[in-house]
């Protein structure tokens, strides 16, 4: 009998974004980032900003870098909850509360910082607050700077959850 691993990330690459397969969403983030002017990051980057969650451009240990601003209609918010994404003492930057899935997660973000957008779909099982799910999703990750002259980048990460469903 055949048996899916209960963990799945596959990177899809931008190819599959450009021939329109990606989530409507992703799409807009993807050809507003690709056809940016010099200089004008922030204008491309804030009508997505409820959509997005902004990450620095560090990777601890091989983890996904630290999250430090959570959109509010964000896909990270639904499935992780108000008290998750927004903690009434900030601390010096977010993980997801999945040990599992933030693992699992940084492979596309060590990619966008390599320079190249990561575009990939995920199929997961994952513990938020003692309840199990399993969650399908797509995720764009783009590593920008705030300005050209910047020496500083964050990631950018629109997540669009395709399916989610408790087990428990």
Not at 25 to 51: N, R, T, W
Not at 123 to 152: C, M, W
Request: hydrophobic fraction near 35%.
């Amino acid at each position: 009998m055949l048996t899916r691993p209960d963990t799945h990330f596959s990177e899809l690459g931008t190819q599959a974004i450009e021939k329109g397969l990606a989530d409507p969403a992703v799409s807009a983030f993807y050809d507003s980032i690709m056809s940016i002017e010099a200089g004008q990051i922030q204008q491309c980057l804030k009508p997505f900003l409820p959509h997005l969650s902004l990450c620095s451009d560090k990777m601890p240990g091989n983890a996904p870098p630290p999250i430090f601003y959570v959109g509010k209609e964000s896909g990270q918010r639904h499935l992780f909850g108000e008290d998750w994404a927004s903690p009434a003492t900030p601390a010096c930057g977010q993980r997801t509360p999945d040990p599992d899935l933030e693992k699992a997660s940084a492979e596309g973000y060590r990619k966008a910082l390599e320079g190249t957008p990561y575009y990939g779909f995920a199929h997961t099982k994952i513990q938020v607050n003692g309840e199990f799910y399993e969650v399908a999703f797509e995720r764009l990750i783009v590593a920008v700077r705030p300005s050209l002259q910047s020496d500083l980048r964050f990631c950018a990460y629109l997540g669009v959850i395709q399916d989610l469903q408790r087990t428990s």
